[in-house]
């Protein structure tokens, strides 16, 4: 037996050069030479099995093509041998499967479109997948994470986490976006807009996070500086009530439990401190029942908006049936205005879909009856064909001022007469008539194209001076391009059976052709900018010379409006995306998803905070100096996202001809009102009424010459741009004095400002025309020849100091109000003024229906030149007076004494020096 050795440490191997030549096993050399052999063999074999397997995977990797029957030999010499990772053979089955799918998917549709050959609305590449349960969702069906955004424009690139096997859809420049049959669309969103919808989801949670974490219960939240505020001491749960509906349609059941419980346990309205009806009705009492109805009827939501409804009834007590601005809570009284107690007409006419909807629920019309009281005391006063001026006073009822738009303190009247009469299943004709009048007054007063590219908006008017259209629209009145569609429709989507565009009538089919057009335009508003969002008010573009001395930040060339200094801003407004959305669920045109997507995505990329939420923007102009303004609005919650969520989703969520909106987003339902609540208005047709209570009917010819305008505006005809209705001097007037001098362009509007009570008394002496409540009759009752004259004599400047304090007080309106209220206004004042100025032919026409007196006011006119040259003297030193000047000053004559001491351009000097007013002190 062998024995250890001591010194080698017991290794049983002798540690010479070679390690195999001895050990204590060998008994011989070649012994030795046998066993190297054995393990070289094992070696070479291993090499050569190695070898094989290699060259069998690369093999199957790659299999050779295969056809029916066919065998494809492959030489041995195109063989390579190139190492590979193979598939697992679940990865490969899949492939497998869903290459057959799409084939027999192909075979299919190619089978059914021999069958029914495609329509216009139909879908061309319409791919319905087997099962859609779980699309968008990763394990335990929660939703995958969001994709990387793309920083392209192309809005067809599909997103990272698409499925491969989905079908690529076509680039816009190769083939125009398909229709889709809404009806054969039902619960079927592509992994695409479910994976887009749920990003839209995304921004509300981390919106409110950072709400619930910084501003619980708070009405406000302020991201940046990570704060809330209250509209009065203890709130009144502006931003929670708003969001309700948005987290249940979101299906958000713990942000709702959270925030059920605090509107059942925290939320009192018993308090001491005064709301603006208006505001609060939208959001608070809007979200309240629009909760009830979408969260199974739950009474915790119910009961509430009784107690807020019976507090703010105090504020329809008024003579007139016009209800004051605000309220006070705990007293339930009225409280006038703070701007000379007038009120604006959007905040009055803006609260009968919230109301009607309460009394329905309840049985009790009370909330009917002082709603519907407005609409008809409105619908007796006198406008101008249909367009109402914006101020409207409680005490005598009757409009205050002539401006007229459809942004800011007038948008939502037109808004509510459709909606009116869509709420009730269309049981109420007066308010659809009353739409319709007023859109015909829009088509023939406000529609303007631009230069650049040739598109249609709207713009603002003077009562006194109709065919003067400014040029400045506000981002409020993009809501008006859905609205049109929807009345054009009555909320049914086309439908090449059911719902056909072939069989609209005129009216139909030219509302509808308005409403897509100036949804363009309003997208063109955000793709136009740098940042890709749009600003709170632009002037369009209609002539070279209003671009003439504009900043590089005021005006890009090529586009189709400049914007001014105080007009950048951007609240994150919901209006283009509302009528987006309006569009998408009526025409399924998918464009309509793509340029929601733009928008959205320019918000994530600008408008949010790190830290939580999303925040205003002081100026959009330029995408490297972008500075917040702390403030994250509640209708972003309550409107944005709700809106681009519901693009992005299937399209039998809340259907258009089951549900109304009201103005702050939330859905309320159709219903079919008792027949004692339709009672007053059961007899009402027509447009509107007179004060004599006469139905009023436009002559055939009248309406012709009307239709006749606005379609010529439309096809733009005319290649010289003269509409139907103006003449060439009139065209001249649409360039305002606010495209000269912008610097007053947010100076306050001295001709529209509410009068106070002592200017009141005054204008009544001088009110004979409201006599007269056609307006074309003078004090003698003889005919107007001139609009610009009607009126003028009740309006009455403000002192500087009376301007100034109105300024701040003009802030009421937080959702249809801008911060430039005040600084719009100066603007319309010097489109007034410009409009008084009339053309040759105006001239002429007048002074041949004049005869005499057009004679005799020339010889006075010459009396008086000469009399002011013999005291000047010989030299002539004096100032040289423009032509346009000579004329503007023989109207302002012709006025009356009250407005012939007024100098226009008195009032530009005092609005230059107008300050623009701070978030902070309008709060």
Not at 44 to 53: D, E, G, I, N, S
Not at 154 to 165: G, L
Not at 324 to 330: D, K, Q
Not at 826 to 853: C, F, K, P, Q, Y
Request: net charge negative.
């Amino acid at each position: 037996m062998y024995k250890r050795d001591e010194k080698t440490g017991g290794i049983p191997f002798h540690l010479d050069d070679n390690k195999y030549s001895k050990s204590p096993f060998s008994t011989s050399k070649a012994q030795t030479r046998i066993r190297l052999r054995k393990r070289h063999a094992v070696i070479a074999f291993c090499l050569l099995a190695m070898t094989y397997v290699i060259i069998k995977s690369s093999s199957t990797a790659t299999p050779a093509p295969r056809s029916r029957g066919v065998h494809v030999h492959i030489p041995q010499t195109e063989k390579k041998v190139v190492p590979t990772i193979s598939l697992s053979e679940e990865e490969i089955a899949a492939q497998a499967a869903a290459a057959a799918e799409a084939r027999a998917e192909e075979r299919r549709r190619l089978r059914k479109k021999k069958k029914n050959p495609p329509s216009l609305f139909d879908f061309m590449d319409k791919k319905k997948p087997k099962n859609n349960k779980n699309k968008g969702k990763g394990k335990g069906g929660q939703p995958k994470a969001p994709p990387a955004r793309i920083d392209q424009e192309d809005p067809d690139v599909a997103e990272p986490d698409i499925p491969s096997v989905e079908p690529v859809k076509p680039v816009d420049n190769q083939r125009p976006a398909p229709m889709i049959d809404n009806n054969s669309n039902k619960n079927n969103n592509s992994p695409l807009w479910e994976s887009r919808k749920n990003r839209v989801k995304e921004a509300f949670q981390d919106s409110w996070s950072a709400y619930r974490r910084d501003a619980w219960g708070k009405d406000e939240y302020h991201p940046i500086s990570k704060r809330g505020s209250n509209m009065i001491r203890n709130g009144q749960g502006f931003t929670i009530v708003d969001s309700l509906d948005t987290i249940l349609l979101m299906g958000l059941d713990i942000e709702f439990q959270e925030a059920k419980a605090w509107v059942r346990d925290e939320l009192n309205f018993d308090q001491d401190g005064e709301v603006n009806l208006f505001e609060t009705t939208i959001r608070v009492l809007g979200g309240l029942l629009s909760a009830y109805d979408q969260s199974g009827k739950d009474p915790v939501f119910l009961n509430k908006a009784v107690d807020l409804a019976d507090r703010l009834m105090g504020a329809f007590d008024t003579d007139s049936g016009i209800p004051y601005a605000s309220v006070h809570l705990r007293d339930k009284r009225g409280v006038p205005s703070h701007d000379r107690g007038i009120s604006s007409t959007s905040e009055v006419s803006t609260l009968q879909l919230e109301f009607k909807y309460l009394s329905y629920l309840t049985g009790d019309d009370k909330y009917w009856k002082v709603a519907e009281r407005v609409m008809l005391k409105m619908r007796e006063l006198e406008g101008l064909d249909g367009l109402v001026p914006i101020y409207i006073d409680p005490y005598s009822g009757t409009y205050n001022g002539g401006e007229i738009r459809l942004g800011s303190r007038g948008d939502s009247y037109y808004e509510y007469l459709i909606k009116q009469y869509l709420q009730t299943g269309k049981q109420e004709q007066v308010y659809k008539d009353m739409y319709d009048y007023s859109m015909a007054g829009v088509k023939k007063h406000l529609l303007g194209r631009t230069l650049a590219n040739n598109l249609l908006f709207v713009g603002e008017i003077s009562k006194y001076s109709p065919h003067a259209l400014n040029p400045k629209m506000d981002h409020l009145v993009c809501f008006l391009g859905g609205t049109m569609a929807l009345a054009s429709t009555e909320g049914h989507p086309l439908d090449p059976q059911l719902n056909p565009r072939s069989q609209f009538s005129p009216l139909q089919e030219t509302d509808f052709k308005i409403g897509e057009e100036l949804t363009k335009s309003c997208y063109e508003m955000y793709r136009q900018t740098e940042t890709g969002l749009a600003p709170e008010i632009v002037h369009w573009v209609t002539k070279e010379e209003q671009t003439r001395f504009k900043s590089e930040m005021e005006y890009t060339p090529g586009n189709d409006f400049y914007i001014s200094d105080r007009d950048a801003h951007n609240w994150l407004r919901p209006e283009t995306v509302e009528s987006l959305f309006y569009m998408w669920r009526l025409t399924g045109d998918e464009k309509y998803r793509h340029w929601g997507w733009n928008i959205f995505d320019s918000i994530e990329r600008y408008s949010k905070v790190l830290t939580g939420g999303y925040s205003s923007i002081h100026d959009i102009r330029r995408s490297k100096t972008i500075r917040f303004s702390d403030k994250m609005e509640t209708f972003y919650l309550a409107e944005t996202l709700k809106y681009l969520y519901l693009l992005f989703g299937p399209n039998d969520v809340l259907p258009l001809d089951k549900y109304v909106f009201n103005t702050e987003a939330h859905p309320l339902p159709v219903f079919t009102a008792p027949a004692h609540m339709l009672a007053r208005t059961a007899g009402l047709k027509g447009a509107r009424s007179g004060a004599n209570g006469v139905e009023e009917k436009k002559p055939e010819k009248t309406v012709k010459d009307e239709e006749k305008r606005y379609q010529d505006l439309l096809s733009q005809e005319d290649t010289n741009g003269d509409q139907v209705g103006s003449d060439e001097d009139e065209e001249e007037d649409r360039v305002q004095p606010a495209d000269v001098d912008d610097d007053n362009s947010g100076a306050d509007d001295s001709v529209d400002t509410p009068l106070s009570d002592d200017e009141k008394l005054e204008a009544e002496e001088d009110t004979a025309i409201d006599a007269d409540p056609e307006g074309d009759m003078d004090d003698n009752n003889l005919p107007l020849d001139d609009d610009v004259d009607q009126g003028l004599e009740d309006i009455s400047l403000e002192t500087e100091a009376d301007d100034e304090e109105g300024v701040h007080e003009v802030e009421v309106d937080l959702e249809g109000t801008t911060e430039q209220d005040g600084e719009q206004d100066d603007a319309d004042v010097d489109a007034d003024a410009d409009g008084e100025t009339e053309g040759e032919e105006a001239e002429e026409a007048e002074e041949a229906e004049e005869g005499e007196e057009g004679e005799e006011e020339e010889e006075e006119e010459e009396e008086a030149e000469e009399d002011e040259d013999s005291e000047l003297g010989v030299d002539g030193e004096e100032e040289v007076v423009e032509p346009e000047d000579n004329d503007e000053a023989d109207e302002i004559e012709e006025g009356g004494e009250n407005f012939g001491v007024v100098n226009p351009d008195d009032w530009t000097e005092e609005s230059g020096e107008e300050e623009p007013v701070e978030e902070k002190d309008l709060l």
